[in-house]
């Protein structure tokens, strides 16, 4: 019987955005302090947990989180570009605070988690969702049997987890949101029949 595939989806640890309120798109932020310290004790929580490939988005704060958990399980860390944060484009580096200042209705239709809406310089969720399935999926179907982490960001792991789900194949969406806290795992058992199983949703249960 063919063995099932794990898809475990990592949010990076605090990045010095994150502490300082700003967004961060495809800036490319570092950690803080307690970023890598919460990148430390998830590696330290994922060592035995037979992980066979590690993949990260290719920004600074994600690929610093993957590292550690790289050391340990001597694996190599597969990035991509496709799986970095949504660009919000005018907002990014900004304060939550300036953005909805200097940019009210592109922080609103944010807010809104307007699917369709393209922000000022930046993407939609729609345009998030197609790259980042796409290398998903395409990792998936590379690693069969396997157990794969991936280490993105919360816009992304939200967007990522809801197509497992397959909660994004209708014409017309809802607007839903899965957050992801800071090194959150959010864990996925696809069997070869289809059937999906939804292990844990933002577990930090390891900070």
């Excluded at 340990?72 to 970095?84: E, G, K, M, Q, S």
């Excluded at 307007?114 to 969720?125: I, K, P, Q, R």
């Excluded at 959150?184 to 696809?190: A, H, M, N």
């Amino acid at each position: 019987m063919p063995q099932a595939t794990y898809v475990l989806l990592i949010r990076h640890g605090q990045s010095q955005g994150n502490a300082e309120r700003r967004f961060g798109g495809h800036t490319a932020t570092p950690l803080s302090f307690r970023g890598r310290r919460q990148a430390h004790a998830t590696a330290e929580a994922l060592k035995n947990d037979s992980i066979t490939a590690i993949y990260s988005s290719d920004l600074a704060r994600a690929v610093e989180t993957a590292r550690p958990l790289a050391d340990v399980t001597h694996l190599p860390i597969n990035t991509a570009d496709a799986f970095r944060e949504r660009s919000v484009g005018v907002m990014e580096g900004l304060t939550f605070e300036a953005a909805a200042q200097q940019h009210p209705e592109e922080y609103a239709a944010l807010l809104r988690r307007d699917f369709e809406h393209v922000l000022a310089g930046g993407e939609s969720y729609r345009q998030l969702l197609d790259r980042a399935r796409n290398k998903l999926d395409e990792i998936i179907a590379a690693n069969r049997g396997g157990r794969i982490a991936v280490f993105s960001h919360t816009g992304t792991i939200c967007i990522l987890a809801l197509h497992l789900m397959g909660a994004l194949d209708a014409p017309d969406l809802k607007p839903v949101w899965i957050s992801s806290s800071n090194c959150g795992i959010t864990r996925f058992e696809l069997r070869a029949d289809g059937f999906v199983r939804v292990l844990n949703v933002n577990d930090t249960s390891h900070l």
